[in-house]
């Protein structure tokens, strides 16, 4: 999977929120959201589609996603790993544990995730 821009992320988002959505409607939405004029949204857009995350049909362009919103957080959490932890899950937890602001809730929830692996 291809790694996503953070303003391809941010049209994904309005994808997934609203889809199916025409090009015409996702262009308002970032308009009003980001302060993105026409053209900065249809280039996003382009791009999204040419890395196969979204496919647009006429008639008016309606764009609808082709991949979940939990497969790009599986993949950025992968890439998180590698480029952070070195691939470790391990050297992950532990930074998570070391952070003093997790709650005991957080901490039990964390635990209980891992038994039930």
Known sequence: MQKLFDS????????????PISAKDVSLLAEEAFEWNKNTTYTVIKKIEAKGYVKRTDPGFICTSLITREE???AETRGLIERLFGGSKKALFSALL???????EEIDA????IDRR
């Open 8 to 19: 391809e992320l941010k049209v994904m988002e309005l994808i997934w929120e609203n889809e």
């Open 72 to 74: 790009v957080c599986k």
């Open 98 to 104: 070391d952070d003093e602001s997790l709650t005991p």
């Open 110 to 113: 964390l635990k209980k995730m």
